[in-house]
């Protein structure tokens, strides 16, 4: 059970071993492609020379990371909003998590604690953190009891809803297609209301 998107291996591997680059991968996960986002903690590691930690990036110099995000290619469509925020996020896990993003989750007691630590990060709101915990709970084995219900539709089994579903070409058509007929929805919604 691990993410397999079509980026560099390299990248891949980055976030099956890092659960700092897989968490800063649902961070960067906004207004970009799925794929853009994560595999920008690996193209940061290489600008940076190496895998970083959290109290490293939380202690960044504001300017030079965004002169790291923004360099071409940008790590984001909005590079300088993105470095603050990986900031933002990197400070709480320093100041809750011992600057270790796997203690957001190896030690809570179900899936409700597990989706409101997800949900008190910045910039994280309901559908981001439940689409993280699902991410969690498909692809890496975190599985603390009702997770699934903490990840609502995100958690269902078979579905092709997000990056959580994500396994090869054909899950990523599929989730792709899903994205897409839920912004015609809101569009129709929208234009008919």
């Given amino acids: 059970m691990t993410l397999v998107l079509p980026i560099d291996p390299e990248a891949n591997r980055l976030l099956e071993r890092s659960p700092l680059a897989r968490l800063l991968g649902m961070v960067l996960d906004q207004q970009v492609p799925m794929e853009k986002a994560f595999s920008s903690p690996y193209v940061l590691a290489q600008r940076l020379g190496h895998e ?3 109290a490293e990036l939380a202690g960044y110099d504001p300017e030079a990371l965004i002169a790291l995000f923004a360099t071409p290619p940008a ?3 909005f590079p300088k909003a993105m470095a603050a925020r990986v900031q933002e996020v ?3 896990l320093v100041d809750r998590y011992d600057g270790d993003a796997a203690r957001l989750w190896s030690d809570v007691a179900d899936g409700p604690e597990l989706f409101r630590r997800v949900a008190e990060l910045p910039g994280f709101g309901k559908q981001k953190a439940q689409i993280f915990v699902a991410l969690l709970g498909k692809r890496f084995g975190v599985t603390p009891q009702d997770w699934r219900e903490a990840a609502g539709d ?3 089994p078979g579905a092709y809803r ?3 579903d994500v ?4 899950s990523l058509r ?3 297609d899903y994205k897409q007929q839920m912004k015609a ?4 919604k929208t234009a008919g209301g």
Avoid at 185 to 188: H, L, P, W
């Fill in 90 to 92: 990197c400070q709480v």
């Fill in 174 to 176: 599929r989730v792709r």
């Fill in 52 to 54: 970083p930690d959290a």
């Fill in 185 to 188: 929805a809101a569009k129709a």
């Fill in 154 to 156: 995100y958690g269902d």
């Fill in 162 to 164: 997000s990056v959580a």
């Fill in 167 to 170: 396994t090869d070409a054909d």
């Fill in 75 to 77: 790590l984001h469509r």
